[in-house]
């Protein structure tokens, strides 16, 4: 049951890396929703950074991925052609300032070279198989790519078919994909 005294949370969100051959894909559905309701359902939650040389998604409150979006943002441009150390910078910054620790939001950020997700209590990690998702569907659609990644699909058939059967599995997640791929 519902506390009434309590805000509405935002929910939705699934966002999942494949790495497989030289192609990493970042996918990620469009719902928003607020409780029980879907206030928008193609909102893009996948987008490059760094000219295109670097693929973010972002789960939670969309001004604090947008906020970390642009702080990424600015990493990568102190650190060129660094995304781990761009990264790391960018979650220390996250643990220890006073504003950015109140942001709700972790990330997955790609390049030809590795994936990552960011949280904000300073996690940099790097995933297994090459596959990680986040997100309400993140754990769905993760299970599935893993039991994708050992057939014949390239990257993004196994990121768009993990991502379906997240969204029909998760009330929080749709099958309106962004999905965005770099190639080594």
Known sequence: ?????EPQQWHGTTILTVRKGDTVVVAGDGQVSLSNT????NARKVRPLASGDVVAGFAGATADAMTLFERLEAKLEQYPGQLTRAC???AKDW?????????EAMMIVADRNVSLVLTGTGDVLE???????????G????????????????????????MTIASEICV?????????????
């Open 1 to 5: 049951m519902q506390n009434h005294n």
């Open 95 to 103: 643990r220890t300032d006073r504003y950015l620790r109140r942001l």
């Open 88 to 90: 790391v910078e960018l």
């Open 172 to 184: 929080f997640t749709n099958d309106q994909f962004v999905v965005e791929s770099l190639k080594s």
């Open 127 to 137: 995933p297994e198989r090459g596959v990680i998702g986040i997100g309400s569907g």
């Open 38 to 41: 879907v206030i928008k359902s």
């Open 139 to 162: 754990s769905f659609a993760l299970a599935a790519a893993r039991a994708l990644i050992d057939t014949e699909m390239d990257a993004e058939a196994i990121a768009r078919k993990a």
